[in-house]
């Protein structure tokens, strides 16, 4: 009896205790050993120090380009639970573009300056580094947008070799399916006045909109599978993880967002054949680097029918659309994602990497 | 042993009951949050407090732009230009530097080799240093 009761006491105490760590402290995130090797403004490139012997690693670098509005150490959240860790374990050289947090004097940049001035002079750096002419490209929610621009625009010509988009929101055909078309709804939302009051996007906003699309999962869900599984250190180690990175978001600069409302949630112009940046046209035609095109199948972010249709519009003779379960992080950053998504996107890659 | 040895749970019973009446909350709140009429009411309520946000922030700025001016001081407007004036110093100095070594790189076949990042090379935008320690993404 008196060592149920004390049982009892100890994982009470032990439940408190993390409930008051996960609360009240961030957990260690973005570990893998990386060095910054190019910096323009805010945005940084990073190098992941290989773990393998360069003999022994795959010849062709690939580059990670994750979204304006969250941080990147999502792609290389905890050990053990690591895309990056995973990649460079396999013999990857391995490279990320972070685009750091913009201040009000970023408002202005679009995606023209994404597109066009970051990624190219990044590309050109890390080719230098690498000594390799061709790369590889991944690219996971808008990080997947500006890379497929980027690839329709200056892959052929700068030795993209292939392309691997995750989450990609590109096609706004259906509104009916995308939730957040009908939060940006011209009738309901104006886009202009948001950035009149605020210069950029702010982090707030963002999150709140992406968590109403599921209110109560995201407000009080998260949170009841806390308490649950307080007693886990397992569960509790990765929610910890997750939870500091979901609340680290930061603004996206105003420039690039509202092309993002106007040119793509209500213009629907890339997928249109209309969609210009800084005076080019966008002709996916021209991407004809090999494309991994990843649909998450319970993504209520991206719905599936946002990227499907990207397989008949681009020139890429190699192309392959692989559906995976999961939903938008969770596809990428999940606990089932290590034995799901990243074994199929890396062997992938790497029959194109050497 | 079973599940039928181990009695009633009433811990059990408590989640269930709040797992099905978070479902029926979900489906509620997810049918309602999607609806147009709740992007139109939503709409509604934020225009004039963005409105505001966006006079109150006009205002602060002339007055500040006023009282630095008096001060003889940069305005906040000055300023911005400066830090995107400097990001195209940076640009225009980052095409410099791969120009450079692209010359180098013709000039001399053993500077073919792939520059590796431990070796500064000496220019602006590039970064030295190992970052051996584990860095959080803070840091970044």
Known sequence: ?354 | MSEKDKGFDVLKLVRDARDGSMDAWAKLTLNLTSSHEYQRLQGFFVKPVLLAIALVRKATDSTMSGVLGNLNMPSRDEVLGISQRLTHIEMALDDLAAGLDQLRRTASPSANRPQRPSGSSGRGSDVAGENRAPISAKEA
């Open chain 1, 1 to 354: 009896m008196a060592e149920n009761a004390m049982g009892m006491i100890e994982k009470l105490t032990t439940m408190v205790d993390n409930l008051v760590k996960v609360t009240t402290t961030e957990a260690p995130i973005g570990q893998t050993p990386r060095q910054a090797i190019w910096r323009l403004n805010k945005a940084t490139l990073y190098r992941y120090t290989p773990v393998k012997p360069a003999e022994e690693r795959h010849r062709t670098p690939l580059l990670l380009i994750f979204a304006l509005m969250n941080k990147s150490s999502i792609l290389d959240l905890r050990p053990g639970n690591s895309f990056v860790e995973h990649m460079v374990n396999k013999g990857y050289d391995l490279y990320l573009l972070d685009w750091g947090i913009p201040g009000p004097e970023d408002a202005h940049l679009d995606l023209g300056d994404y597109v066009l001035e970051y990624i190219p002079r990044a590309i050109r750096k890390m080719k230098q580094v690498s000594g390799s002419e061709t790369f590889n490209l991944l690219g996971w929610c808008i990080g997947a947008m500006l890379s497929t621009l980027y690839a329709s625009l200056r892959g052929h010509s700068e030795g993209l070799r292939s392309l691997i988009l995750l989450t990609a929101p590109l096609d706004f055909t259906d509104k009916e399916q995308i939730s957040l078309a009908r939060m940006t709804d011209e009738r309901y939302f104006d886009v202009d006045r948001v950035l009149q009051a605020f210069g950029n996007m702010p982090a707030g906003l963002i999150d709140y909109g992406a968590k109403m699309l599921k209110p109560v999962e995201n407000f009080v869900g998260g949170y009841t599978r806390l308490l649950d599984n307080l007693d886990n250190p397992k569960v509790v180690e990765s929610w910890h993880a997750m939870n500091t990175w979901v609340i680290d978001a930061i603004p996206l600069p105003g420039g690039a967002y509202r092309q993002f409302i106007v040119d793509f949630y209500r213009g629907n112009k890339l997928m249109n054949g209309t969609l210009s940046i800084r005076g080019e046209k966008v002709d996916l035609k021209e991407l004809k680097a090999s494309l991994l095109n990843v649909i998450a199948e319970d993504d209520h972010i991206t719905p599936p029918c946002q990227s499907a249709r990207l397989m008949e519009k681009v020139g890429s003779a190699d192309k392959l659309e692989l559906r995976v379960p999961g939903g938008h992080i969770g596809v990428m950053a999940g606990s089932g994602a290590s034995k799901g998504t990243w074994p199929k996107v890396e062997s992938w890659i790497a029959a194109r990497s050497d």
